[in-house]
């Protein structure tokens, strides 16, 4: 039981790391604009998973970094839906 938490939280964490990374390269590239709702999206979902990974490993920075970026992309969210 031990080792499959170990490994859904190691998932939980290449899995924020994915979404980000992919939100960020499509946006790069042209392919999404970073007000769709694709990449508010994929980086809500990326900076959740980073969070719960950074707050099991204590690492303090990241979790507050992404909490940052995650209230960011909410707020941006919000005003897409709105407008």
């Known amino acids: 039981m031990l080792a499959l ?14 979404f980000s990374l992919s939100a960020f390269s499509l946006n790069s590239l042209n392919v999404i ?29 990241s979790w507050v970094l992404n909490s940052i970026w995650l209230l960011i992309t909410a707020v941006a969210l919000v005003k897409v839906f709105l407008a």
């Not at 938490?5 to 994915?18: P, V």
Request: aromatic content about 14%; hydrophobic content about 50%.
């Open 33 to 61: 604009s970073s007000q769709s709702m694709e990449y508010l999206l994929m980086n809500v979902i990326g900076c959740f998973f980073l969070i719960l990974y950074a707050v099991h490993k204590k690492a303090h920075a």
């Open 5 to 18: 938490q170990k490994y859904l939280r190691e998932a939980i964490g290449w899995a924020g790391a994915l």
